[in-house]
């Protein structure tokens, strides 16, 4: 399947991968044929001009997706690096998409020594529209397999890039009963000085999700910190619960 041992894939490196070949001549083969420049125009404008577009709508990218991959064998962590990052490199937004749909499926076949891998793409063309999806899916899931992770994103909540930092803040968004909530709660008072719009949005995103599993722990954090999150911040967490 692969040819070479995972090079360190945090660099410019890409691995040769057989199966990441067939995935992309097929894939840029088919998304073009099915792009819409008049649709494309529209998401281009609803993305802020993030990357271009071809114009291929969600639920027909995704059954185009599954015709991309039908036969494929299911891939190994270095398939996975190369199928990834290939589709980074190019600039439409739909291949970034299909990259990250396509982590979330096999998140289970990559170890822990996948995550400079998903640091390159969150930082890859950032916004929110990957970066999320990356976060909960992708380096929540390598976090989940190996808590020990977490040291890691330790270091991510201090980074000057707001996008890794949006990361650690969300990277718990799907742990429910497992969220380490001294982590996540240590995370938002972290990063709550901060003005950033996304920052400020995902502290509130966070909290409110832990909500679902620990709404008193969250409302007793809040109500003790109120003075130091932004108005947003409260307003997310506590959008599911009772007014303090």
């Known amino acids: 399947m692969t040819d070479i041992a995972p090079p360190d894939t ?31 125009q529209e998401m281009v404008a609803y993305m802020k001009g993030v990357a271009p577009f071809l114009g291929v709508r969600t639920p027909e990218r995704r059954i185009l997706a599954r015709t991309v991959l039908d036969g494929i064998p299911r891939p ?20 970034h998409y299909f990259a990250v749909d396509y982590l979330r499926r096999h998140v289970r076949r990559c170890s822990s020594g996948f995550l400079p891998v998903a640091r390159r793409l969150v930082t890859t063309v950032s916004w929110w529209d990957t970066v ?21 994103m ?10 890794v930092a949006r990361t650690a803040l969300l990277h718990q968004l799907r742990f429910k009963g497992a969220t380490d909530a001294d982590r996540l709660f240590a995370y938002c008072l972290r990063r709550a000085p901060d003005t950033d719009f996304f920052l400020r949005k995902a502290i509130g995103w966070a909290l409110r999700e832990y909500a679902r599993t620990a709404p008193g722990e969250v409302r007793a954090f809040v109500a003790a910190n109120a003075s130091r999150l932004s108005p947003l911040s ?3 967490a506590l959008k599911h619960l009772d007014p303090l």
Do not use: M
Request: charged content about 30%; aromatic content about 8%; proline content about 6%.
């Open 132 to 152: 999320d999806h990356l976060a909960a899916h992708v380096v929540g899931g390598l976090v989940a397999a190996d808590p020990s992770l977490g040291d890691r």
């Open 154 to 163: 330790d270091e991510w909540i201090e980074d000057e890039d707001l996008w």
């Open 10 to 40: 945090g660099s410019g490196d890409v691995p040769r991968s057989a199966l990441a070949d067939t995935v992309l001549d097929r894939l840029t083969t088919v998304y073009p044929a099915a792009g819409n420049p008049f649709r494309a």
């Open 76 to 95: 190994d962590e270095t398939d996975c690096a190369a199928v990834a990052l290939r589709c980074f490199a190019l600039p439409e937004r739909e291949y």
């Open 234 to 236: 409260v307003r997310e």
